[in-house]
C-alpha cells in the first residue's frame, strides 16, 4: 500500500510518522507531505531529528515537500496529522476525498489532534502518539480493516 502522512510544515509531526512507520515495517511505501510552501526542500526541524536518532530510527535523506495533486493520486490512504489539515486536504483535493483520513481514527489514547511541536515544544509527547497510532494502522491494514479506494 502507499501512504502519506501529512500535516502542516513537514518538518516535525508527519516527517515523524513517515519514519517511524517505515522503521515498523518494509512492506508498504511511506512518505510525508507538507499542505503549506512554508520549509520546502528543508531538512525535518533538529528536534524531530533528534529524538528519531535517539530512538535509533533511520532518517536520511528527507526533503521537506508540499502535497501536489499527482502525490494524492499516486498514493492509496492519505492520513492527516490534525482536523485543520483534514479540512484543507478534503477542500483542496475534493475529488479524492474518500482516501483523506484523519490520523487520530487510530490514536486510541483520547487525542483527536495530534498536537503542533512547533508551537507546544513537545516532540516527546507526539512521538508517543504517532507509536501508538502507526502500530494501529499497520495493525488495521493486516487485517484488512482500512477504507481506500
Ligand atoms: P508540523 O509543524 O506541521 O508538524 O511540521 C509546523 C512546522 C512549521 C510551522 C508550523 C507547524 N510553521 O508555521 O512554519
Request: hydrophobic share 35%; charged share 25%.
Amino acid at each position: 500500500m502507499k501512504i502519506a502522512f501529512v500535516c502542516l510544515g513537514n518538518i516535525c509531526r508527519s516527517p515523524m510518522a513517515e519514519f517511524v512507520m517505515k522503521d515498523m515495517t518494509n512492506k508498504h511505501i511511506i512518505n510525508s507531505f507538507a499542505t503549506s510552501a512554508y520549509h520546502i526542500g528543508e531538512d525535518m526541524h533538529k528536534d524531530t531529528k533528534e529524538l528519531l536518532i535517539k530512538n535509533n530510527i533511520k532518517c536520511d535523506n528527507f526533503i521537506c515537500r508540499q502535497i501536489s495533486l499527482e502525490d494524492v493520486k499516486y498514493h492509496d490512504i492519505i492520513f492527516a496529522l490534525d482536523d485543520e489539515i483534514l479540512n484543507t486536504l478534503q477542500n483542496r483535493f475534493q475529488e479524492h476525498k474518500n482516501k483523506i483520513q484523519s490520523f487520530c481514527t487510530y490514536c486510541n489514547l483520547g487525542y483527536k489532534n495530534v498536537p503542533d511541536p512547533w508551537y507546544s515544544g513537545n516532540f516527546e509527547e507526539v512521538y508517543m502518539i504517532i507509536k501508538h497510532s502507526c502500530k494501529n494502522i499497520l495493525k488495521a491494514i493486516d487485517e484488512e480493516n482500512i477504507n481506500c479506494n
